[in-house]
C-alpha cells in the first residue's frame, strides 16, 4: 500500500506540474529550436533546496537548443525527486535566443521528528532509528523509509502487527514543518510453544529444529526467540515439507500453522480453541486477523501433517543419446542410489554433480531434467534426461565494480584465461575465491554469450565493502583477568600505494593487549601472492610480556619472525618460518639459591627455524561438525645463528569432528610434544606444561609436570619437562539457541626427559560446560575436576574456566 500510494502522489504532482510547465511556455511564446542563452531558477515560498541541486535534476543547459522533450524529463525528474511540489517553466526571449525560468515550490524541510501512540519506545529512540536529519527537504521516500524502520523495529520485539502512518504539521518558521509519526503498536506476541499432529516418523523436536520460528526461553531478550513473522512461518512450513520429502515422504502435506489461544472456561479451567480457516490463516498478513480471541499475547501453534507412505528408490537409468558421458562413468558419483530412500535434496545435489562434469569439459549449456515415476505402492524410478549441447572456449574475461581492489588482485583468482577451455566449474571456484578474500559484500561471477563463435566469455561483478577494522574492548578469562585490547587490520592493504594502502590484497595487523598478567603488542604484513605465485610471504615484529607463566618467575619475549606458506591441493599447506627473538627470564628475589628455577634466570637469544604442515578439512572455524585438522611441526633452534642453545622441538596436533543424532558434535582432539635440547638443559621457555583451560580443564593453568623439589628448599612449583602429551574426547549438544552444553574428560602427562611418551602416569579430569556464541562475542563456561593425579600436590579441587571477550 506505501509503494502505490507514493507512486500516485508523485505521479499526481508530475501530472499537474507538466501541464503548468508546457502551457506556460506555449501561452508565452513558440521557442521551437531557439537557444538556450540562460537557464533562471526562482523560487515559490520558502527556499528548501540548494539552486545547484536544483539544476542537478535538470539536464537542460545553457547553450543547448529548446526543446520541450526535455522539459518534460525535466519536470519528471524534479517531481520524482520527492523535493519539489510544483515546477512552473517559462520563457522569455533574450537576444536571438531565450532565458528559461523555472519557478519550484520545493517542499518543506524538516523542522523536528514528534511521535503519537507510542508507549512501549520513547520518543527519543524512535527518533534515532527514523535517520531523519533537521534542515533537509522533507521527500516522500525518506518519510516512508523511516516509517518502515520504525515499524521494523517495533517488530524487532515482537510487535508484528504494529502500523505506521505520519502526518506534516507546520510550524511558526517559514518553510519548515515537522512530521508527526502516528503510531498503532499493536500488541507483543509470545510464542510460548509449537505443536505437531500426525507426525510419526519424527518427533515434534526434530521438526522444530527445522523452523527459523523459536518460542519463548530464556535467553531470548538476546536471540530475540518467541517473535512470530508471519512470511517466517510460510517460509517454515516449507522447510518441514522439505524435510519430508527429503527422507522419502514425497505426498507429505500440512495444514499450514494455527494458531491456538489458552483461555479459560466457564469453570476456570484452561482449554485451548484451534483457528478455523486454514486457508485464511496461510494467505494472512495481519497477525491481528491470524490470532484473534483469548490472550493474544500468548500463543501456541499448532500444525497437522499427512506424511503419508516413505519411497526409495527402485531404480535409475539414464536416456539414450549421451555422448560425452556413459551412464556407467556418470553412476558411480551420484549420492542418491537404488535401494536408497528418496531424497529431493540429494538428487538436486546429483542433477548438479552431472552437469559439473559436463561444464568440465566446457559444455557450458547442458541440462539434465529429472522424470520421477511411481514403480508401486512405495518404491520410485528417476529418469535423467541430459541435453549435451557443445563445448566452449574462454573468451573475454571482464570485471566490473573494483573501485579500490587492483585488477590483478582479482585475476590472479581466476583459474581461466581467454583461449583455455571454458569449465563452469572453474567459473563457480573463481565466484568462492573471490568470496573467500572477504573483501567484496557480493562477487557475481558467470559465462555469458560471446560475439566470438565458439567461445564463452566469463564477467566478474564484485561490490567491494569496508575491509578495514578498528576493534577495541575489554577481555575476561580465569587466567588473564581483566584484559584490554586494540586491534587495527586492514585484509586488502597496499604498502606501495602510501596514504590510501587499499587494494593490494596484502594483509596488515596491528595488536596491542595490555592486561593485569600479560602484555602483548605486534605488527604483521602479510602477501598472499608472493612473485606472483600462489606463495605466502609474511614478517611480524612483537613484544610479548607474561607474569602468570609462575609464581617463581617473569617472562619478556622482544623480536621479529619471517614466515612463507605454500598451499597444496585443496585441504593441505606447507608453512615454514624463521624467527629471531630476545627473552629475558626475571626469577622473584624470593625464591632459594638452591631452587632449579634459578638455572632458568637470565636473558637470552633464541634463533629458530620451522616447518609445518597442516591439513584442514573441517565444514567451519567456529563449531566445526565434521572433517579434522592434523598439525605436524618441527622447530629447531640454532646457536650457530647467534642462539644460546641447541634445540629440537616436535609437535604432532590432531583433532576430529563428528555430527551426531540432535545436532551434537563429538570432537576428539590431543597434542603430543617434545623438546630435546644437546647444549645443557631445556631453558624455561621451551619447557612442556598442561593445565588450563586449553588442555587439562581439572587443573591450575600449568600446574602439571615435573616440580622443584630435588632441594629441601625447593619451591614446589611446575618448572615443566621436555616431553608432554594429552587427549580431550567433548560431546556438545544443543541447549536453546545459540547456546550448546557440553561433558568432557582430558587425560595427559608431562616428562621429565625428552621422548619420553610413557603414559603409565598420567593426569585426568571430567567436566561439564556451556559454549554460547552471543552477538557480542563468545563465551565458554567449564567446570572440571580431577580424577587421576600421580602427584597429589596437583589436585587443587574443583576448576572454574571461563572467556568472556566483550567488544565495544
Same mark, same amino acid.
Given at each position: ?99 528559461? /525560468?523555472? =519557478? ?21 529512540? %524512535? ?94 531478550? /538476546? ?13 517454515? &512450513?516449507?522447510? /518441514? ?24 472456561? &466457564? ?39 499427512? =506424511? ?20 556407467? &562413468? ?194 604483521? %604484513? ?84 620451522? %616447518? ?123 541447549? /536453546? ?23 603409565? =602416569? ?7 560446560? %556451556? ?38
Amino acid at each position: 500500500m506505501t509503494k502505490v500510494h507514493s507512486s500516485f502522489r508523485a505521479s499526481l504532482r508530475y501530472c499537474i506540474a507538466l501541464f503548468l510547465g508546457i502551457a506556460s511556455i506555449a501561452l508565452a511564446q513558440d521557442f521551437t529550436d531557439k537557444k538556450i542563452n540562460s537557464v533562471q531558477v526562482r523560487y515559490a515560498g520558502a527556499k528548501t533546496v540548494d539552486e545547484a541541486r536544483i539544476r542537478n535534476l535538470m539536464s537542460v543547459k545553457p547553450g543547448q537548443t529548446f526543446s520541450a522533450e526535455k522539459l518534460d524529463d525535466d519536470i519528471r525528474s524534479l517531481v520524482n525527486s520527492g523535493l519539489v511540489d510544483d515546477v512552473t517553466m517559462s520563457g522569455e526571449e533574450s537576444g536571438s535566443g531565450m532565458t528559461l /525560468i523555472v =519557478e519550484v515550490m520545493t517542499r518543506p524541510a524538516l523542522a523536528g521528528v514528534g511521535f503519537a501512540g507510542n508507549e512501549e519506545f520513547s520518543d527519543g529512540k %524512535l527518533a534515532k532509528e527514523t535517520e531523519l536529519k533537521p534542515g533537509l527537504p522533507i521527500s516522500d521516500v525518506a518519510i516512508y523509509e523511516a516509517r518502515k524502520k520504525i515499524e521494523e523495529y517495533y517488530q524487532g520485539y515482537g510487535f508484528s502487527d504494529v502500523n505506521v502512518t505520519h502526518r506534516l504539521q507546520k510550524t511558526d518558521r517559514a518553510g519548515f514543518s515537522d512530521v508527526i509519526f502516528e503510531v498503532n503498536e499493536g500488541e507483543a506476541l509470545v510464542l510460548k510453544a509449537i505443536k505437531f499432529n500426525g507426525n510419526n516418523a519424527f518427533s515434534d523436536g526434530d521438526l522444530r529444529r527445522k523452523m527459523e520460528t523459536k518460542k519463548k526461553d530464556i535467553l531470548s531478550f /538476546i536471540t530475540k526467540s518467541g517473535r512470530i513473522d508471519v512470511n517466517e512461518l510460510q517460509a517454515d &512450513e516449507d522447510r /518441514i515439507l522439505d524435510f519430508y520429502r527429503n527422507n522419502g515422504y514425497l505426498k507429505a502435506q500440512t495444514s499450514g500453522f494455527k494458531r491456538m489461544v489458552r483461555q479459560p472456561n &466457564e469453570n476456570g479451567d484452561i482449554v485451548f480453541l484451534a483457528g478455523d480457516n486454514v486457508e485464511y490463516v496461510l494467505k494472512s498478513s495481519s497477525l491481528t486477523e491470524l490470532f484473534t480471541g483469548g490472550d493474544k499475547s500468548k500463543i501456541e501453534l499448532e500444525m497437522d501433517i499427512y =506424511e503419508g507412505v516413505q519411497y526409495s528408490v527402485n531404480q535409475i537409468r539414464f536416456t539414450s543419446g549421451m555422448k560425452v558421458f556413459s551412464p556407467q &562413468e556418470l553412476m558411480p558419483v551420484l549420492t542418491l542410489n537404488n535401494g536408497d530412500t528418496f531424497s529431493a535434496s540429494k538428487m538436486r545435489k546429483d542433477i548438479t554433480t552431472i552437469r559439473s562434469y559436463y561444464g568440465s569439459r566446457g559444455y557450458a549449456d547442458a541440462s539434465v531434467d529429472p522424470d520421477i515415476q511411481y514403480a508401486s505402492e512405495n518404491t520410485v524410478n528417476i529418469t535423467y534426461t541430459v541435453t549435451e549441447g557443445r563445448p566452449y572456449k574462454v573468451g573475454r574475461v571482464t570485471i566490473e565494480g573494483n573501485n579500490k581492489t587492483k585488477d590483478k588482485v582479482i585475476r590472479r583468482e581466476i583459474p581461466l584465461k581467454p583461449g583455455d577451455n571454458f569449465n563452469t566449474v572453474d567459473v563457480e571456484t573463481t565466484r568462492k575465491r573471490l568470496e573467500g578474500l572477504n573483501y567484496f559484500s557480493n562477487v557475481v561471477a558467470q559465462g555469458s554469450p560471446s560475439d566470438q563463435e565458439g567461445y564463452r566469455d566469463i564477467n566478474v561483478l564484485v561490490e567491494e565493502k569496508q575491509t578495514g577494522q578498528l576493534s577495541f574492548g575489554l577481555g575476561f578469562s580465569s587466567i588473564d583477568s581483566v584484559v584490554g585490547y586494540i586491534t587495527v587490520e586492514e585484509t586488502n592493504f597496499d604498502i606501495t600505494n602510501p596514504w590510501k594502502f587499499r587494494g593490494g590484497g596484502q594483509r596488515m595487523s596491528l595488536n596491542l593487549r595490555m592486561g593485569s598478567e600479560t602484555q602483548d603488542f605486534s605488527l604483521s %604484513l602479510t602477501e598472499p601472492w608472493f612473485l606472483g605465485r600462489r606463495l605466502s610471504l609474511g614478517g611480524e615484529v612483537f613484544y610479548h610480556g607474561a607474569q602468570n607463566l609462575s609464581d617463581e618467575y617473569e617472562q619478556r619475549n622482544v623480536g621479529g619472525a619471517l614466515f612463507m606458506r605454500k598451499p597444496i591441493g585443496r585441504f593441505a599447506y606447507l608453512r615454514g618460518e624463521m624467527r629471531w627473538e630476545k627473552i629475558k627470564v626475571d626469577v622473584e628475589n624470593d625464591v632459594p639459591d638452591t631452587s632449579v628455577f634459578q638455572q632458568f634466570g637470565g636473558k637470552f637469544t633464541r634463533p629458530a627455524i620451522s %616447518l609445518n604442515y597442516v591439513w584442514d578439512s573441517r565444514d567451519a572455524l567456529q563449531t566445526p561438525r565434521s572433517g579434522h585438522k592434523i598439525d605436524v611441526g618441527a622447530t629447531a633452534v640454532v646457536s650457530a645463528l647467534g642462539g644460546d642453545t641447541d634445540s629440537f622441538i616436535f609437535s604432532l596436533t590432531g583433532s576430529k569432528f563428528w555430527n551426531l543424532w540432535f545436532d551434537s558434535i563429538l570432537e576428539v582432539n590431543g597434542n603430543i610434544s617434545m623438546v630435546e635440547t644437546s647444549s645443557g638443559e631445556t631453558p624455561i621457555y621451551d619447557r612442556q606444561f598442561l593445565g588450563g583451560a586449553r588442555n587439562l580443564r581439572g587443573f591450575e593453568y600449568r600446574d602439571v609436570g615435573p616440580r622443584d623439589y630435588d632441594s629441601p628448599q625447593g619451591t614446589g612449583e611446575v618448572y615443566g619437562g621436555d616431553s608432554s602429551g594429552y587427549a580431550t574426547v567433548e560431546w556438545s549438544f544443543p541447549v /536453546i539457541s545459540s547456546v550448546r552444553g557440553a561433558a568432557f574428560y582430558d587425560a595427559g602427562f608431562v616428562s621429565l626427559d625428552s621422548w619420553d611418551f610413557d603414559i603409565g =602416569e598420567y593426569y585426568s579430569d571430567i567436566g561439564v560446560g %556451556l559454549r554460547m556464541n552471543l552477538p557480542f562475542g563468545p563465551i565458554a563456561l567449564d567446570y572440571a575436576f580431577p580424577l587421576e593425579m600421580p602427584d597429589e600436590r596437583a589436585d587443587k579441587g574443583g576448576q572454574f574456566n571461563f572467556y568472556i571477550d566483550y567488544e565495544f
